[in-house]
């Protein structure tokens, strides 16, 4: 893979780990989009963004802007979707550009974005996008007692085409409206019963400085609730948590606490059961572009880097997506600057677990003889380097 120089060699010197290891794959300059883009999501070894400036879902991987784009304005005007008025004689006319700038992807691959921002209806219109590119419009309600308003960042959980979650911060509110929207045949529609409002504690302001994640994006089919849900507030709070469908949001403290010092933007992962944060780290007290992954449960940083830029900034999105054999690819986006992709390798033991998990199964009788097809007895089943007796 080709790898860009620039920053080289201070990224090998301020990005560190123990037993792990963070080391940038590439990086372009963003300069050109400025406020265009600041919310990105992590696909695989590409990242997707959601360009206002030409009303298109972008892709970038280590060559640069690639070939595929999807074109949410087009799909909005010709079905008739997001924020329109009328002409003089009652048709509907649609805005030059009604992509929004937040974007989010679920477990299976559907990327979401949403509509006419900065207005109100950002954060009630979105577009999902299939793995295959086929684009479907959500239109939301936001749950009572609630109101509609501007949305800068996006999460998402589940399949949103068929039963998953849609969470944003709605801008100068203090509450999280989270939206379940599930196949009705017609669909997706929302479940309003499934939906619901998560409020920030007292003092609180949800602004545009607010960025709601999931960290584990499955959900059951039964399931009455979203999973776990973190927003990340550059302003006032750090890192806060509502988990089990809480409809609030609890502070998890240090060492998530950053107060005024971090830039907006973090994510979260999940590699053998184990979650972890990304998150902007402040340098010297300033919003600089250096971020930290903590593991959640032990509250222990597991890597950090300084930073690409000695810069002060004011977004600075990060989207993990977690590979195969157990490794993390870490995006970022540095609004106006750089977006960048770095690649995390966790303990030995976390990537080992993640392997076997994911290693074909093998069956052997008592014996050691491989069975194609185990049935009626005992039998000794392989995955990896993990073998146990089963009965089948």
């Given at each position: 893979m080709k790898k860009f120089l620039l920053f080289g060699a201070a990224v090998m010197l301020a990005c560190a780990a123990n037993a792990q290891t963070l080391e940038k794959q590439w990086q372009h300059d963003f300069t050109a989009l400025g406020t265009n883009v600041r919310n990105i999501?992590?696909?695989?070894?590409?990242?997707?963004?959601?360009?206002?400036?030409?009303?298109?879902?972008?892709?970038?991987?280590?060559?640069?802007?690639t070939a595929k784009a999807y074109d949410v304005n087009t799909f909005a005007a010709n079905n008739s979707v997001g924020d329109h008025g009328t002409d003089s004689v009652g048709n509907p006319t649609f805005k030059a550009y009604t992509i929004g700038r937040a974007i989010a992807i679920d477990a299976v691959g559907n990327i979401v974005v949403n509509l006419n921002f900065p207005n109100a209806p950002s954060s009630t219109n979105f577009v999902a996008i299939a793995p295959d590119g086929t684009m479907k419009h959500i239109a939301c309600e936001v749950p009572s007692p609630g109101e509609a308003g501007r949305a800068d960042f996006l999460g998402a959980a589940g399949d949103v085409l068929t039963n998953g979650y849609i969470a944003t911060a709605i801008h100068q509110k203090n509450y999280v409206a989270v939206y379940n929207v599930f196949d009705m045949g017609n669909g997706p529609e929302q479940d309003k019963d499934y939906s619901y409002l998560v409020n920030a504690d007292e003092g609180v302001s949800l602004t545009n400085e607010v960025k709601v994640f999931f960290?584990?994006?499955?959900?059951?089919?039964?399931?009455?609730?979203?999973?776990?849900?973190?927003?990340?507030?550059?302003?006032?709070s750090g890192v806060r948590?509502?988990?089990?469908?809480a409809k609030d949001f609890v502070n998890m403290g240090e060492p998530f606490v950053q107060g005024k010092a971090g830039s907006t933007g973090a994510d979260a992962f999940v590699v053998n059961g184990t979650t972890y944060i990304v998150m902007p780290m402040p340098v010297g007290g300033?919003?600089?572009?250096?971020?930290?992954?903590y593991n959640v449960a032990?509250?222990?940083?597991?890597?950090?880097?300084?930073?690409?830029?000695?810069?002060?900034?004011?977004?600075?999105?990060?989207?993990?997506?977690?590979?195969?054999?157990?490794?993390?690819?870490?995006?970022?986006?540095v609004q106006g600057k750089y977006l960048a992709?770095?690649?995390?390798?966790?303990?030995?033991?976390?990537?080992?677990?993640?392997?076997?998990?994911?290693?074909?199964?093998?069956?052997?009788?008592?014996?050691?003889?491989?069975?194609?097809?185990?049935?009626?007895?005992?039998?000794?089943?392989?995955?990896?380097?993990?073998?146990?007796?089963?009965?089948?």
């Amino acid at each position: 893979m080709k790898k860009f120089l620039l920053f080289g060699a201070a990224v090998m010197l301020a990005c560190a780990a123990n037993a792990q290891t963070l080391e940038k794959q590439w990086q372009h300059d963003f300069t050109a989009l400025g406020t265009n883009v600041r919310n990105i999501v992590a696909v695989g070894n590409e990242i997707a963004v959601a360009n206002m400036g030409t009303g298109k879902v972008e892709f970038y991987d280590a060559t640069g802007l690639t070939a595929k784009a999807y074109d949410v304005n087009t799909f909005a005007a010709n079905n008739s979707v997001g924020d329109h008025g009328t002409d003089s004689v009652g048709n509907p006319t649609f805005k030059a550009y009604t992509i929004g700038r937040a974007i989010a992807i679920d477990a299976v691959g559907n990327i979401v974005v949403n509509l006419n921002f900065p207005n109100a209806p950002s954060s009630t219109n979105f577009v999902a996008i299939a793995p295959d590119g086929t684009m479907k419009h959500i239109a939301c309600e936001v749950p009572s007692p609630g109101e509609a308003g501007r949305a800068d960042f996006l999460g998402a959980a589940g399949d949103v085409l068929t039963n998953g979650y849609i969470a944003t911060a709605i801008h100068q509110k203090n509450y999280v409206a989270v939206y379940n929207v599930f196949d009705m045949g017609n669909g997706p529609e929302q479940d309003k019963d499934y939906s619901y409002l998560v409020n920030a504690d007292e003092g609180v302001s949800l602004t545009n400085e607010v960025k709601v994640f999931f960290a584990d994006k499955t959900v059951a089919e039964d399931a009455e609730t979203a999973p776990t849900m973190y927003f990340y507030h550059r302003g006032q709070s750090g890192v806060r948590v509502a988990e089990n469908g809480a409809k609030d949001f609890v502070n998890m403290g240090e060492p998530f606490v950053q107060g005024k010092a971090g830039s907006t933007g973090a994510d979260a992962f999940v590699v053998n059961g184990t979650t972890y944060i990304v998150m902007p780290m402040p340098v010297g007290g300033a919003r600089k572009t250096g971020f930290a992954v903590y593991n959640v449960a032990a509250k222990e940083m597991v890597a950090s880097c300084d930073g690409l830029l000695d810069a002060d900034v004011y977004t600075n999105d990060f989207s993990a997506s977690v590979n195969e054999d157990g490794t993390v690819n870490i995006a970022q986006l540095v609004q106006g600057k750089y977006l960048a992709m770095f690649k995390l390798t966790l303990p030995a033991s976390a990537i080992e677990e993640v392997a076997a998990d994911n290693a074909a199964v093998e069956y052997y009788n008592l014996q050691g003889v491989k069975v194609a097809n185990p049935e009626n007895g005992v039998f000794v089943k392989k995955q990896g380097a993990k073998a146990t007796k089963v009965v089948l």
